[in-house]
């Protein structure tokens, strides 16, 4: 670990800077599993929120690291320049440090996920661990999705839950 691994609370950015949270939920009984992905600015506002719900039983830590792998996609495609990743999944977080490679699909998705990091090093992008209590949002937005398939908020788009839940963490 990192010395900024593990915070316990969301903290904001840099300003410049943005701050993606992503997390992932599994819905047995309904054969589904989602990630979500919130984009915070330095004042703690949303920027952008998405959701993805999947027909799938999969691994809880395979679904962790999908919602990584597309939370580095998404910054590289948006072109953001300065941006901290944070998931609540130490697991993967170490499995993509690690110069290790696992022979599976979820070592696919890995690979994918260091490959983005190489393509971003000329940005100031970073990953790391933080606990699930500074992931609140992006953990509300993953556990509610199972009812979207793909979706995506901006700040003036918000439902009120969605906005309170967002508006809680600043306030913790």
């Known amino acids: 670990m990192t010395q900024a691994d593990g915070k316990e609370r969301w903290e904001r950015p840099v300003e410049g800077a943005l701050k993606v949270n992503t997390d992932a939920a599994i819905f047995s009984d309904s054969n ?3 990630y979500s992905l919130v984009a915070r600015d330095h004042k703690g506002e949303l920027v ?3 959701s993805s719900c999947k027909q799938g039983n999969i691994d809880p830590i395979l679904a962790e690291a999908m919602g990584v792998r ?3 996609s998404w910054v590289k495609n948006k072109g953001w320049y300065e941006a ?3 998931t609540d999944c130490l697991a993967v977080i170490q499995a993509i440090r690690c110069s290790s490679i696992t022979l599976s699909y979820y070592g696919r998705v890995l690979e994918e996920c260091k490959e983005l990091l ?3 090093k000329e940005r100031n992008i970073v990953l ?3 606990k699930r209590s500074a992931n609140q949002v992006a953990h509300y937005l993953a556990r509610h999705s199972s009812f979207i398939a793909d979706c995506m908020w ?3 788009d918000t439902h009120p839950e969605f906005s309170h839940v ?3 963490d600043l306030k913790v």
């Open 32 to 34: 589904k599993y989602s």
């Open 48 to 50: 952008e929120a998405r």
């Open 70 to 72: 597309e939370a580095l």
């Open 84 to 86: 901290v990743v944070e």
């Open 118 to 120: 190489s393509q971003l």
């Open 128 to 130: 790391n661990f933080v």
């Open 154 to 156: 901006k700040k003036e």
């Open 166 to 168: 967002l508006v809680t």
